[in-house]
Structures are given as C-alpha cells and as structure tokens.
C-alpha cells in the first residue's frame, strides 16, 4: 500500500503526480508516495476507492520504487 499527498507543490522524483480525472477517479489532484510503503490489515475493510492508477502511472511509479528503495531491475 502506498500513500498520497496533496501538497503538490513539489513532487518529488519519489512522488508519482496523479491529475484528478474520469479515469483516475480521483476528486483531487494528488501523488502518490514511493518512499512511505505501509502494510494494511486485511481485517480492516475499505470503505471507499480512492483512485484507479493505469499503466502509465505504474509505470512512473515503478521508477520511483527503484529510486526510492534503491532497486535494481533483474
């Protein structure tokens, strides 16, 4: 699980910038934060989608990861 941020200031090259469109389904613009990975219990439910991210934000998000956790692809 990744969180997301609205100060949009600055994106940072660990930072994912997502426009709030049809597609994202997003209600505000926001990013999405590489750096700040978290775990989530799956007893705990989720009561809303905040969001769809398509192949072009994974993508940019993948990169992040690397940048972020300093991974090398294999």
């Known amino acids: 699980m ?3 941020t609205d100060d949009l200031e600055n994106i ?3 930072e994912v910038f997502i426009d709030n469109t049809p ?4 209600e505000y613009p926001s990013k999405i934060l590489c750096d700040s990975p978290f775990t989530w219990d799956k007893g705990i ?8 991210a398509n192949k072009e934000i994974m993508k940019k998000v993948k990169i992040a990861w690397k940048i972020a956790f300093d991974t090398e692809e294999q």
Request: net charge positive; charged share 30%.
């Open 2 to 4: 990744l969180t997301t």
């Open 12 to 14: 940072l090259p660990v």
């Open 23 to 26: 597609k994202t389904g997003l």
């Open 45 to 52: 439910r989720f009561d809303k989608r905040l969001g769809v």
